[in-house]
């Protein structure tokens, strides 16, 4: 991993456009702005890389720029992440030979995940009887990669997020979840490709990235994982008070972001909230 990866990843600062000329060099960032379809594929889990294998398959997708966000609430080892690009960039090879792979590129902005996810915990709750990062965080993970698919042609953004697993739920893709999520990025003229959202076998996951490779293993942890089920790891929601934190909150809040990243400039995010609470 590039040291300088390393200070960005310790520091945090608002990196959303423009990308340093070391991470996304000109020759790269014009290649791939002249391929007919390329992708910006989000960096995670064994699930974005399945994502990234069955998307290529059904799309004429024919460069992808592996995409690393990060957000303040992650910990673990980066070297297996970047590692993992790498993973991704072989396994395109071999599935996928015509496909140019880019990058990494790392992005975030810790003023974004703040307001949508941290700022107003007390008032959300007042006003949606419930709380959770988690959902937000998604949303937070969608509009930070706007504006380099928009600087960059990147007609598709490719991620893996599912409706089950196995069964199990997570909160932050639940079928109204990923549906606001595709409609926020089509507001922008962005396409956000889900091609496994109703595979629920992990067995067919492993098919596409290799069946070494268990679920949650070689990927960062976060400290917040699984706080919206009790103490029995049951989990109960709200589908309407999901709905309505969505489109009351955290989606305006992300589109006047995103609004302001497109135009060149930062937020004041103290005030993207003003109104909506």
């Known amino acids: 991993m590039d040291p300088r990866f390393g200070d960005i990843l310790r520091d945090k600062p608002e990196l959303i456009w423009p990308i340093p000329e070391w991470m996304l060099p000109a020759d790269a960032a014009k290649s791939l702005k002249k391929a007919e379809n390329p992708a910006i594929v989000e960096v995670a889990g064994r699930d974005s890389f399945a994502a990234a294998v069955r998307a290529v398959d059904e799309l004429p997708i024919d460069a992808v720029l592996p995409t690393i966000a990060y957000t303040g609430t992650e910990f673990g080892d980066w070297e297996v992440v970047f590692g993992k690009t790498g993973f991704l960039k072989k396994l395109l090879a071999e599935k996928a030979p015509g496909v140019a792979v880019y990058g990494p590129v790392v992005l975030g902005s810790a003023g974004l995940w703040r307001i949508i996810n941290g700022r107003y915990v007390s008032a959300l709750f007042e006003r949606y009887g419930f709380y959770t990062p988690c959902i937000g965080c998604h949303v937070y993970f969608h509009a930070i990669r706007v504006s380099l698919a928009k600087k960059t042609g990147c007609n598709f953004v490719i991620a893996g997020e599912r409706e089950s697993h196995d069964g199990r739920i997570k909160l932050n893709q639940t079928g109204p979840a ?100």
């Open 178 to 277: 990923l549906d606001t999520y595709v409609n926020f990025l089509a507001r922008f003229g962005v396409e956000l490709v889900l091609p496994l959202r109703h595979v629920a076998s992990g067995a067919e996951i492993e098919e596409l990235v290799g069946g070494d490779w268990e679920e949650e293993a070689d990927q960062l942890d976060c400290v917040l994982s699984n706080n919206y089920r009790d103490k029995s790891g049951d989990l109960s929601y709200d589908e309407n008070a999901i709905e309505n934190y969505l489109a009351e909150f955290a989606v305006p809040v992300a589109e006047r972001a995103v609004n302001k990243y497109l135009a060149g400039e930062t937020p004041d995010y103290s005030k993207l909230a003003g109104g909506l609470l």
